[in-house]
């Protein structure tokens, strides 16, 4: 017998980090301007250093030059899904035996980099809930989010202020990286959310053996520069701090998820821009990841990395405990809700199915 709960609390996550492999590149794919599938590296951007008081304006194109992706397509997994297909020979190679039942037999868990920093964030954000549906076929375990209801809510009511500070976002992006090795930023083009370039890794967490996808935002473009994803350069907005409240609060909930998301995919550095509230980029700093915990350590209620390696190890172990049958159109649901441990429910044949005809079709 197995518990049929997960606890969310840090207390039982205080012990030694887990191994934690490296991340290596197994390959990447683009997103065009319509957000259909590429097999190529075609939206990738390269990275030029800002000045450190660069004063962009954000608010420059929000009403004339940008295209919204649409938020309620939702892709669930398809889009590494499709990447699987396309590099079906290729991952089938990679293993040793002369007989080979999957082109996945490497893999334990296929997911994406934005689902496990849920995970990995779970026991110091107490308030926030997420539901993740899990589906085995093959003896692999594709792990695919469903919008909560109140997140669903909160997608639908945003203000116009906060629909504005997402675009400043992608507006940062755009002042900063170029499209060709030896281009410049082009801020008086148009921002288009649909376009991304996507990295796909391989790891191991503890006897978890990964393969997820996570979007990059550009490259550093010195040909020397180490191979993907050392080279890459995520790059985060943050309002102006002028109280040591508001510094409290950035290295106790935004470090945390900056770090999350980039240590899972093995990007080095975080390039930072501090807005002030007219939109202008007022200061930039550049976050090594790998010292983003020594930065919070010592912080009256910080966090601790461990933990949240520790929890994202026993959730999939929970995970592969609780997930038994293996068919395609049963899911088992893991919700953590406010304030609450992880609990589950199974559904068959249900609206949560979420591997496509297609893909099915392909591998089987
Ligand atoms: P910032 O996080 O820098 O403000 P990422 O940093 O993960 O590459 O995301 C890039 C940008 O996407 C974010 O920039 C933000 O502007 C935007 N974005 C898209 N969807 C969002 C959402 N649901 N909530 C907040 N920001 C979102
Ligand atoms: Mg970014």
Redesign the pocket.
């Known amino acids: 017998m197995y518990a049929a709960t997960l606890s969310t609390r840090k207390e039982p996550y205080e012990r030694c980090s887990p191994p934690f492999k490296e991340r290596v590149e197994e390959g990447s794919f683009s997103l065009d301007t319509e957000r259909r599938f590429h097999h190529d590296k075609s939206q990738m951007r390269y990275f030029v250093e800002p000045d450190k008081t660069p004063n962009f304006d954000l608010r420059n194109g929000y009403s004339d030059r940008y295209i919204k992706r649409d938020e309620n397509v939702r892709k669930n997994l398809e889009h590494i899904l499709q990447w699987i297909l396309a590099n079906k020979s290729k991952l089938m190679q990679r293993t040793d035996a002369s007989y080979v039942s999957s082109a996945l037999a490497d893999f334990d868990f296929v997911t994406s980099r934005g689902r496990l920093t849920k995970v990995l964030c779970t026991p110091y954000e107490g308030q926030t809930e997420w539901s993740l549906a899990v589906t085995k076929f093959q003896g692999v375990f594709y792990i695919n989010e469903v919008e909560t209801e109140n997140a669903c809510r909160g997608?639908q009511n945003r203000t116009e202020s906060h629909e504005e500070?997402?675009?400043?976002?992608?507006k940062?992006?755009q002042y900063i990286c170029a499209d060709k090795v030896d281009g410049e930023p082009d801020s008086t083009g148009v921002v288009n959310?649909n376009e991304a370039f996507y990295s796909v890794v391989r790891t191991r967490l503890s006897d978890h053996r990964l393969l997820y996808s996570g979007?990059v935002?550009c490259r550093d473009k010195d040909p020397k520069a180490p191979a993907p994803p050392a080279c890459y350069v995520?790059?985060?907005?943050s309002g102006e701090m002028h109280t040591e409240k508001q510094r409290s609060k950035f290295h106790r909930f935004k470090l945390l998820k900056w770090w999350a998301?980039s240590f899972l995919l093995g990007v080095p550095r975080i390039v930072a821009g501090f807005k002030n509230d007219d939109g202008l980029v007022v200061s930039v700093r550049t976050y090594q990841t790998a010292e983003i915990p020594q930065l919070v350590q010592g912080e009256y209620l910080g966090w601790k990395p461990e933990v949240c390696m520790n929890f994202c190890s026993d959730f999939l172990s929970f995970v592969k405990r609780v997930v038994i049958e293996d068919d395609p159109h049963v899911v088992y649901l893991f919700s953590r809700k406010a304030l609450s441990d992880v609990t589950f429910t199974v559904h068959r044949n249900s609206s949560y199915s979420f591997l496509p005809d297609w893909y099915v079709k392909e591998m089987s």
């Open positions: 997608r500070n997402i675009y400043w976002g992608y940062f992006e959310s979007e935002d995520e790059l985060k907005t998301q």
